[in-house]
């Protein structure tokens, strides 16, 4: 009777302790596809697992590794729309800040700091802040999930926080990785009714920022195509991140590659997406 009283009052605290940084993304599983994300390989020592919620809607979900200060991955729909483009208001997460924060949404550093009273110290603690970006030779904003892949204003402009970018060689981000983006997704998706991917970056051996913010080795994507209810197609694709060059290979040749990088086997989709 005492365990089930004790069970019950753990139950409570876990629920007032409720944010939208989840283990494992319990109130966005939409955005994977058959609600499988990625196997723990991919997991950081230090992980947060984040449901991008901005203008009170979820729009894709985010694992971050807040040692390294970069996003491991960002999952989402692919749904390109027509949407004006947004605003560059970058955006950081306060939930990492304070798991307590009774803020669920990304926010401006300057609203956090001037409406929320927090301090920048305490925001640069445990993410990327738009300091660590500025001045930075030959590297760009990446985004894992790129504003043009989302169909409305309000899904672009959430794309436009530090969570879901890392430092991208700026000849790859404006050239081949643009391109795969902008033309050859399309070409792919086209008689997709639904697409799932999940855009990631391999930690590398070089730090920016001072040493704050790790600079990947690789950017990688993956997709998977399902027409009604099934997975028809799957793919994937990986850059070195200082070379303008991309490789457009199989689902399973990139989990290959991928489990090389991490050094354990690496599982992207559910297995009804193909592999060949």
Not at 61 to 81: E, F
Not at 164 to 173: I, K
Not at 235 to 250: C, L, R, S, Y
């Amino acid at each position: 009777m005492l365990g089930l009283l004790l069970l019950q009052v753990l139950a409570s605290c876990l629920w007032l302790g409720h944010s939208e940084v989840v283990t494992p993304f319990a109130s966005c599983p939409q955005f994977f596809y058959s609600e499988t994300p990625p196997n723990n390989a991919l997991n950081p020592k230090n992980p947060a697992w984040i449901c991008q919620r901005f203008r009170n809607s979820y729009h894709y979900a985010t694992l971050y590794d807040r040692d390294r200060r970069i996003p491991v991955y960002s999952a989402y729909k692919y749904q390109p729309g027509d949407g004006k483009e947004p605003p560059e208001w970058w955006m950081v997460e306060p939930q990492l800040i304070d798991k307590n924060v009774n803020l669920k949404e990304m926010k401006r550093e300057s609203d956090l700091i001037d409406q929320h009273h927090f301090t920048l110290e305490e925001i640069e603690e445990s993410q990327a802040v738009l300091e660590d970006y500025e001045g930075q030779k030959d590297l760009d904003f990446g985004h894992l999930n790129p504003s043009d892949h989302m169909e409305n204003q309000d899904s672009k402009m959430a794309t436009f926080t530090l969570t879901n970018v890392v430092p991208q060689d700026s000849s790859l981000n404006k050239g081949q990785w643009n391109i795969y983006q902008s033309k050859t997704m399309p070409q792919h998706t086209k008689d997709c009714t639904t697409t799932y991917v999940i855009t990631g970056a391999v930690p590398g051996n070089i730090n920016i920022a001072k040493g704050r913010v790790n600079k990947p080795s690789h950017i990688w994507s993956a997709a998977c195509c399902v027409v009604g209810t099934e997975p028809t197609g799957a793919w994937g694709a990986i850059a070195e991140n200082d070379k303008n060059e991309v490789e457009t290979i199989t689902l399973g040749e990139l989990e290959d590659k991928l489990s090389n990088l991490y050094g354990g086997k690496v599982t992207l989709f559910e297995k009804a997406c193909p592999r060949e």
